[in-house]
């Protein structure tokens, strides 16, 4: 029985595994309980010094201890636990990031967020006036206190959620950056279900809880196998 076992811990810690999506953070491009494919060796050569993750890949990892994000997650007092979360990669050290109206600024230039944005705008429920939708960082976070504009340190990341509502992630605005040494993988291919309904409406009062609650679902079904690659606006994104 011994080698199945090691069989499968290789494939799983070195070469890919599987992870289930749980929440509503990332809509409407993921949702509530998907499973997306993160190849395990693409990390493991990250952390020798071979490439990087970029901007706009969609990560998975761990939050800083002691993060908000917990909260929602227990409420029992056990800040030692620290659940896998998936948000997309904003911002790279070195990235001067500026939030402002629900507008990401890299580097002095607006990221075109139409992949997420034109979405929330036809459910009404864009969020432009909250703390969040117009602060890089607001109480919680690494530095001290709230902040338009905030430089990524080396060998950190900022994370957003693509979710546009009013608390509807939390995320580097909230918790601070992320180390990259934290990160287990990006999300590449979203591979179960294997239909989704085509239409997701959004309830724009949805406020936590149950996330299935969130939305509804309608339409005819389709294909639901997709790649995670980064949105084109990435592309047109200055180094500092």
């Known amino acids: 029985m011994l080698e ?13 595994t599987v992870v ?24 493991w050569l990250h952390k020798a010094g071979i490439g990087d993750f970029h901007r706009g890949d969609i990560l998975i990892f761990r939050p800083p201890a002691g993060a908000v994000e917990l909260r929602s997650f227990l409420n029992l007092g056990i800040a030692k636990y620290r659940p896998f979360l998936i ?36 459910q009404g429920c864009w969020d432009t006036s909250s703390e969040q939708a117009n602060n890089a960082a607001v109480m919680g976070a690494t530095v001290p206190t709230t902040q338009q504009e905030i430089t990524v340190p080396e060998g950190q990341y900022f994370v957003q959620g693509d979710n546009r509502t009013e608390q509807g992630s939390e995320d580097s605005r909230l918790f601070g950056t992320i180390p990259r040494r934290d990160v287990a993988g990006r999300a590449t291919a979203v591979i179960w279900p294997i239909m989704r309904q085509e239409t997701a409406k959004y309830d724009c009062n949805w406020r936590g809880g149950d996330p299935a609650a969130a939305v509804t679902f309608s339409g005819k079904s389709t294909l639901n196998w997709r790649g995670l690659g980064r949105p084109a606006a990435f592309d047109n994104v200055p180094n500092p």
Not at 27 to 37: D, G
């Open 20 to 43: 289930g999506v749980d929440g509503v953070s990332m809509m409407p491009n993921l949702r509530h309980h998907e499973r997306v494919f993160v190849p395990k060796y693409e990390t």
């Open 4 to 16: 199945p076992i090691v069989f499968a811990v290789v494939i799983t810690q070195f070469l890919g």
């Open 87 to 122: 948000k997309r990669l904003i911002g790279l050290p070195g990235d001067k990031i500026r939030i402002s109206q629900g507008v990401t600024y890299v580097n002095g230039k607006a990221l075109d967020a139409g992949f997420t944005t034109d979405y929330w705008k036809t």
